[in-house]
């Protein structure tokens, strides 16, 4: 670490304490309950994603709690980008009760080890959108969406918000069984200007964002363009985080209705990281870390003649490992005002997606040998593939996407009613390609090989097409002034289809005979939903929900829970027979309070306490052939329904309030989820009724404490992540850990007629302590062994933000 890290480390820590405890300090955090919002919509509040045009010494909202039958939370664009600058939305939300959020990055923008859990369900078991708009179930290789991070930059959100229980029934996705994360644009601004700001920091760190308001333009007009650069050194090896975004949207609003046109584009390469088997016997001894050796290419050469590279076993270092994705997005949406009790809400969509995954690695690891025998059957391996004992391996991906949602809102007086529709077509490919890797002239992480060379292997190639179709009505009842019910049904179809072109030879993809082609559709008629919300006094409202979801089966290609992933066609059959959709009933049940208090220094608290019983059933496993799932073979496990998962939790979050200049945001979080049955893998029976689900933690607590004075303001937020089971017997576990970041900024006093109109200073530290311990688990077989990735260590990021 350098001196200057060493440096701006301690004088952030120094300048928080002397903030919270030394100076007479009011709000900064705050936290409220949006009455005025619909039952069952998202909170009303103002845009708070303008930082330019944010007073000195103000907040906005960390956590708004909606006035909904559910349970809402929510973080605003500009409480993100103190977070860290350009930082992830989904990053964003590991502030919020209930959530989990694991990477080996600081901004969360690296998705091959993302790990998000709320209330005991994973990433894929969750629904995303932005502006309404379906991003899919962010499987790793996607294939029907985007992560929020690529769909818009991070400085141009305006909030993101967090369903932990159960979604509104109008969500456009096929993955929300445990909830929804909602993340929405910022529109232009009223005033034109122009925003610039540069980061720079530890590891040859430099983001650069910029954009163009065009102010109103009269009659409704107003757009904005922007974009961003980020560069940044992997933190344990030579690897580059790279890409290029941008984004524009154009506002038409009257008296009629409103007209949005949004534009996207992403072009990101970022390398991917190693994760460290660890097994009952090497628990305390395996590495911490799998860095790649890119760019030494002869280190590389002499590690694999090394009786090192025999003695690291499953842990053998890869020379990189890459992921390069491109995207393009777009929507036009209509918010028409039909009558004053009419509105009419049409929005389409298009998403394409280009990418690749990259590993040039060894070629005698993992079962490669038995693999290439197929294809090369007697051969000299490695005169095959160049003379360096290493091969390219790629996933090049393919996705075409568009769609319509639409809905029609009632105002009856005591009803308001809905209707809503949702129709999207995907198209999607996936080929699995090995080239080779002369010792002349070695690959880079930064060329995709299917440019440069011609495949030695296409090992399969596969097309999926999908048609999703959902229709939802619900009704919310204004009883009485402070009571309200809230009830609709959800109906949801999926009709999907693969072909695939590339057949692997039979047993060389993990024991396969082939990839299953032909159609699968599931059609759900009935989701119904019933809520209640109570004004019991002016401070308090209870809330009451129960709702049934469902995910439909994922339709990715000889890759995750997905019926087109078997290895032969008579196990697709069977799997259409005898399988069923995972579905959850969801209770939730919470109290909101707000009071403006006078005890002393505390002025004001807002809360909510919520409960939740989840029935989960129909779990579906994925019973991996290998013993130990690496990242070089993939293989079509078997894919079953294994059972029920009971969930009991509480949630218990507050800001409290000190003046205006001091807040402290705590957020306690407990979660028991467990399996009810065991399973069978092969003729074995795997023991795992009672035990708990591995990588969700019991017990979360996060904490914000917000501070400002004059020009200056500070915040410091602790994330504590309980202890965790690393497989499903429960046999390994990894310990709970603390971890703290923190940021320090100056807002810079401007004088009248100056170019610049403001100017802040900032700096944020991550990890402060430093901490080692296990981020993102990868549970990789029944007992005994599974993978783990680092927690990235103490970086230090530097940020002048100017507006003009």
């Known amino acids: 670490m350098t001196m200057f890290t060493r440096t701006a480390a301690r004088l952030l820590c120094g300048a928080i304490g002397f903030v ?36 000195a010494g103000q907040d906005d909202t960390i ?36 959530v989990t959020f694991l990477t080996a990055d600081p901004w969360g923008n690296n ?110 007009n107003a757009f904005y363009i922007s974009g961003s650069r980020q560069k940044a050194k992997a933190w344990d090896f030579n690897g580059i985080q790279g890409g290029y975004q941008a984004n524009a949207k154009f506002v038409h609003d009257d008296s009629n209705g409103k007209l949005t046109l949004y534009g996207a584009f992403s072009d990101k390469t970022e390398p991917n990281e190693d994760a460290t088997v660890v097994t009952t016997a090497t628990q305390g001894t395996a ?35 890459v992921a390069a994705r491109t995207d393009y997005l777009g929507y036009v949406k209509y918010d028409w005002n039909v009558s004053d ?34 294809y090369y059957p007697g051969q000299n391996l490695t005169q095959v593939f160049g003379g360096s004992g290493l091969a390219t391996r790629t996933t090049e991906y393919r996705i075409d996407r568009g769609g319509l949602v639409s809905t029609v809102a009632l105002d009856l007086g005591a009803h308001h009613v809905e209707f809503g529709a949702w129709y999207e077509h995907q198209s999607s490919s996936a080929y699995r390609r090995w080239y080779p890797f002369p010792v002349n002239d070695p690959s880079t992480p930064y060329q995709r090989p299917r440019e440069e060379l011609t495949p030695l292997i296409t090992q399969y190639h596969s097309e999926v097409r999908v048609d999703e179709y959902q229709a939802h009505i619900q009704d919310s009842w204004k009883i009485l002034p402070t ?45 119904p ?3 209640a919300l109570w004004d019991a006094t002016d401070n308090e409202q209870v809330f009451v929900n129960v709702q049934k979801n469902i995910r439909q089966f994922q339709t990715s290609a000889a890759a995750g829970l997905s019926p087109f992933a078997l290895g032969s066609q008579a196990a697709f059959d069977l799997f259409k027979q005898d399988v069923e959709p995972e579905t959850s009933w969801t209770y939730e049940a919470g109290l909101r309070s707000h009071h403006a208090l006078n005890l002393g220094p505390l002025t004001s608290f807002d809360g909510q306490i919520s409960v939740y019983h989840v029935d989960f059933s129909n779990r579906l496993l994925g019973i991996s052939p290998n013993p130990v799932v690496t990242a070089v073979v993939s293989g079509a496990a078997i894919l079953q329904n294994v059972g029920a998962v009971k969930t009991d939790g ?52 996060k904490f914000t404490a917000s501070a400002n004075y004059d020009i200056f303001d500070a915040q410091l937020v602790g994330d504590y992540i309980g202890k965790r089971f690393a497989t499903y017997t429960n046999d390994l576990s990894v310990p709970a850990y603390f971890t703290l970041s923190g940021r320090i900024a100056a807002h810079v006093p401007l004088s009248e007629g100056q170019v610049a109109k403001t100017a802040t200073v900032s700096l944020n530290v991550t990890n402060i302590t430093n901490k080692r311990a296990a981020s993102t688990l990868s549970i990789g077989a029944a007992s005994g062994t599974f993978n783990q990735f680092p927690v990235a260590p103490r970086q230090v990021f530097g940020t002048i933000s100017v507006g003009f």
């Open 20 to 55: 919270v405890v030394g100076v007479p300090v009011t709000a900064t955090a705050q936290s409220l309950v949006a009455k005025d919002a619909e039952p069952g919509s998202p909170a009303t509040v103002t845009d708070p994603a303008d930082p330019a045009t944010t007073p």
């Open 63 to 98: 956590v708004v709690t909606g006035a909904t039958t559910r349970s809402v939370t929510q973080v605003s664009g500009v409480d993100m980008q103190k977070i860290l600058p350009g930082v992830s939305p989904l990053k964003a939300l590991q502030t919020l009760p209930g």
């Open 111 to 220: 998705e091959q080890n993302i790990s998000l859990f709320v209330h005991g369900f994973n990433a894929q078991q969750l629904g995303y959108t932005l502006d309404g708009l379906p991003l899919g179930d962010q499987n790793y290789g996607n294939y029907n969406g985007l992560s929020p991070q690529r769909a818009i930059i991070s400085e141009n959100v305006s909030r993101v918000t967090l369903a932990s229980g159960a979604g509104d029934l109008g969500t456009a996705s096929t993955s929300n069984l445990g909830g929804t994360i909602d993340t929405f644009s910022s529109d232009p601004r009223k005033d034109m200007g122009v925003q610039v700001d540069q980061t720079l920091g530890s590891h040859s760190t430099s983001r650069l964002f910029a954009r163009i308001d065009s102010g109103d333009l009269g009659n409704g």
């Open 287 to 321: 590495p911490y870390v799998r860095p790649f050796v890119y760019p030494n290419f002869n280190a590389m050469l002499t590690y694999l003649n090394s009786g090192a590279y025999k003695a690291d076993g499953s842990n053998y270092r890869n020379y990189y490992g």
């Open 341 to 374: 009790k009419v509105t009419f809400s049409n929005q389409a969509y298009y998403h394409h997606n280009d990418g690749v995954g990259v590993i040039g690695g060894p070629i005698d690891v993992a079962g490669l040998p038995k693999l290439f025998s197929f």
């Open 483 to 527: 009571l309200t019910i809230q009830g609709g049904v959800k109906s949801t179809f999926q009709n999907a289809s693969q072909r695939v072109p590339t057949q692997p030879i039979p047993g060389s993809f993990t024991g396969s005979v082939a990839l299953p082609v032909g159609k699968i559709d599931t059609h759900k008629y009935f989701l």
């Open 529 to 531: 939903q019933l809520g």
């Open 650 to 701: 509480f949630d218990i979050a507050g800001t409290f309030r000190f003046g205006s200049h001091f807040s402290f945001y705590d957020a306690l979080s407990y979660n028991n989820s467990r399996y009810e049955e065991n399973y069978i893998s092969g003729t074995s029976t795997v023991a795992t009724a009672g035990k708990k689900v591995p990588g969700s933690p019991d017990w979360l607590n």
